[in-house]
């Protein structure tokens, strides 16, 4: 098959554009200027917006102590809008069975174009261009939401404002996403007979390439000659996307002696965000650029990672877990201490041994512990508890956590190559009142230090890990690219195990990636929060497994939930942080400052 295009001079083009043009033995396009190989391309918008709203009024009959009629109202509005933008390109292919040739007395153009054939032969007049396109993707969203309810008793005809409640609240997300990639490489594509490449003038290649079969190249088959500059450039393939969410309800009413109380204040958070790159790089087999790119490798674009309707899932999942915990956090203490109260009672009736009965007695005492300790954070945050927050009791609170966590942190008999040991309470820390213990920073992380399939570590026949005489798991650094463990924490890999204050538990101490020493200020900062926080945020979570390490296999969700709730627990770990770390002088000023305020 032969094109040609001639007897126009500067007229005499020859454009293919997102089409392919293919014969079984040879095809030849020749044309007596310009020779155009373009891709075709395909948009797709997306825009929308939704606006709700309700009202209601009702009257509700109450029975019990205070029966009666309520009369309740409520409003609710919420609003949003996202916006999307796509860009794909469907490239022009030239193909042969044989030989694909190009002649061209001016410029030669592959913009999103491929020629492809066992031999390819280019003779270009002026300069050659083989760029390559990238898909692209954008999108916006966002979305609010309010609303308020009012219930107001009726007692004999009569509003009872002495007993009013009601609630107010609010919630926003928003998730922003940005794609692009060459998802097929723009070029010249020869196979074991070679390319035959000669040019006029300059030659450009932006992610464009330039390429043959080893066989080829071993036989020097292959020929490029340009006349002005050789000019490569790489193109650089990225996909992100980030979400946040957050919620807030608020509730308060009248008691019946009058006062203003808080009912049902709860707040959720969610997060999500992913990110990809890749290079497409410039090429000609064995002359320039990337050398070592030959004809069939595979594409070096990067696939799209966003998906609106399942991070919009995410954002509100974790969103509707926090809230739930905060919301529910007195329900949830009262459940769990009556369920382990229960059922440490019925042991207790059973055991016949002091030993026993003692070792039985001492969890009974160890959870009516936990349970004030749970109640003074209640109180702390939501200031509804009736605790007397004084700095003795938060810091008694917050001495029995910190003794928690450490005897939880002690389970675990470590991970070793042989030289470097990490297991929980390895870290170096001048810790809590001298005590030399590091609790700051995330526990081990098997999934990450072993893989989720474990093949960084010795293993069982069955996949299990296979642990050394001292019970620890045992790391390759033969399956971890010849790096020891030491090496393989300062990975990229290695780094998302530790945690944004301390890093690792038993690691060297960081706070948001800066390394610090023990005894210094940061030291005794990430340690005064340490106890508090890994008892709130991972024990009674449930984040953490029997050896006191991060729970392996955690879903998705688990995984965001545990991620949020990290973060989360800092706040109502600050008041036992404080108590550990200011001096009682500030703690007085502080009571003298809250009496005033009353």
């Not at 109260?341 to 969890?363: C, G, H, P």
């Not at 008999?413 to 042989?418: E, K, Q, R, S």
């Amino acid at each position: 098959m032969t094109v040609v295009a001639t007897g126009a001079e500067e007229r005499s083009d020859i454009t293919v554009q997102g089409s392919s043009v293919s014969a079984g033995r040879d095809v030849s396009l020749i044309a007596e200027d310009e020779i155009k190989l373009l891709a075709a391309e395909n948009t797709a918008n997306q825009q929308s917006s939704s606006h709700s709203s309700s009202a209601s009024i009702g009257v509700s009959l109450n029975l019990g102590v205070q029966t009666g009629l309520s009369v309740g109202v409520a409003a609710s509005k919420g609003t949003g809008q996202a916006d999307g933008q796509d860009t794909a390109w469907t490239n022009a292919r030239l193909s042969a069975g044989e030989t694909a040739s190009l002649a061209s007395g001016g410029d030669t153009t592959l913009k999103g174009a491929i020629v492809e054939a066992p031999q390819v032969i280019a003779d270009v007049g002026g300069n050659l261009a083989i760029e390559s396109l990238q898909d692209t993707g954008t999108y916006d969203s966002q979305q609010h939401s309010n609303g308020f309810s009012i219930s107001v008793p009726i007692l004999g005809g009569v509003p009872d404002l002495k007993r009013i409640g009601g609630s107010i609240g609010g919630g926003k997300s928003n998730i922003d996403s940005d794609y692009a990639s060459v998802n097929e490489q723009s070029g010249i594509r020869a196979g074991d007979e070679g390319f035959d490449v000669q040019v006029g003038g300059g030659t450009t290649l932006t992610g464009g390439a330039i390429t043959s079969t080893q066989p080829a190249i071993d036989e020097g088959k292959n020929h490029f000659e340009t006349g002005g500059k050789l000019t490569l450039a790489d193109i650089t393939n990225q996909a992100e996307y980030e979400g946040k969410g957050a919620s807030i309800n608020l509730g308060a009413g009248i008691s019946l002696d009058g006062k203003l109380t808080p009912q049902g204040t709860s707040a959720g958070v969610g997060e999500d965000e992913n990110s990809a790159g890749s290079m497409t790089l410039a090429t000609i087999s064995d002359i320039a650029g990337n050398k070592n790119a030959r004809t069939g490798d595979a594409e070096t674009g990067i696939a799209p990672i966003f998906d609106a309707e399942k991070v919009q899932r995410e954002i509100d999942a974790q969103v509707q877990i926090t809230q739930t915990l905060t919301h529910q956090a007195h329900q949830v203490v009262d459940a769990y201490v009556q369920t382990e109260r229960k059922s440490l009672q019925e042991q207790l009736k059973t055991v016949e041994t002091a030993a026993d009965k003692a070792v039985i007695q001492q969890q009974l005492d160890d959870l009516l512990l936990q349970e004030r300790v749970m109640n003074v954070l209640i109180g702390a945050v939501t200031g509804m508890g009736g605790t007397a927050l004084t700095r003795g009791t938060l810091s008694a609170a917050a001495d029995e956590m910190r003794r928690i966590t450490i005897e939880n942190s002690e389970r675990f008999a470590g991970v070793t190559d042989g030289t470097t040991k990490l297991d929980n309470i390895s870290g170096e820390s001048e810790g809590v009142r001298g005590d030399g213990v590091k609790t700051g920073g995330t526990r081990a992380d098997l999934d990450i230090l072993c893989g989720t399939d474990n093949k960084r570590c010795a293993t069982n026949s069955d996949g299990s890990l296979n642990l050394n005489e001292k019970g620890q798991v045992v790391f390759l650094p033969s399956e971890a690219d010849g790096k020891t463990l030491a090496e393989f924490l300062e990975t990229d890999e290695g780094k998302k195990a530790a945690g944004l204050t301390g890093g690792i538990q038993g690691w060297k101490g960081t706070f948001f990636g800066i390394p610090y020493a023990a005894g210094s200020w940061m030291d005794k900062l990430v340690e005064s929060f340490g106890g508090s926080h890994d008892f709130l945020g991972g024990q009674v979570t449930g984040l953490y497994d029997e050896q006191g390490n991060i729970k392996r296999d955690m879903s998705d969700i688990e995984r965001a939930a545990y991620n949020t709730w990290s973060v989360a627990a800092i706040v109502p770990s600050a008041p036992f942080a404080m108590a550990e770390l200011l001096p009682p002088q500030v703690w007085q000023a502080i009571s003298i400052f809250l009496k005033d305020a009353k």
